[in-house]
């Protein structure tokens, strides 16, 4: 069995910064992919950033240049990095790593105020 938990959501203004982590327990032998999605409301699920075990990252067009994801495998942890936020990255975010199959965590809610 496998549980994520993320934190480091919250309310932040315009401009400002957050830093979201997901640390993975259970039954762990490696893990490949981690990432990062995102919902909000009256939208679907979209990928924001993805790492894999190389460190090669993958981001979605709204979040160049202003997030960055990375990874711990020690910790079995990913972490995002969100600067100059903006009111339209308000959502739940979800941490989700690829360990035989995609795990993902509960969600924590980011909310980006003007």
């Known amino acids: 069995q496998v549980q994520l938990v993320e934190s480091g959501g919250g309310l932040v203004q315009a401009g400002g910064s957050l830093r979201l982590s997901c640390t993975a327990s259970?039954?762990?032998?490696?893990?490949?992919?981690m990432g990062w999605y995102r919902q909000a409301p009256g939208k679907q699920r979209e990928l924001v950033a993805t790492i894999t075990r190389g460190r090669n990252t993958n981001y979605g067009d709204s979040v160049k240049g202003r997030f960055t994801i990375s990874r711990d495998d020690a910790k079995n942890t990913v972490y995002l990095q969100m600067n100059s936020l903006k009111p339209e990255d308000t959502a739940v975010y979800y941490c989700c790593m690829t360990i035989r199959r995609d795990y993902w965590g509960q969600g924590t809610q980011v909310t980006v105020s003007s």
């Open positions: 259970g039954s762990i032998f490696s893990i490949n992919a």
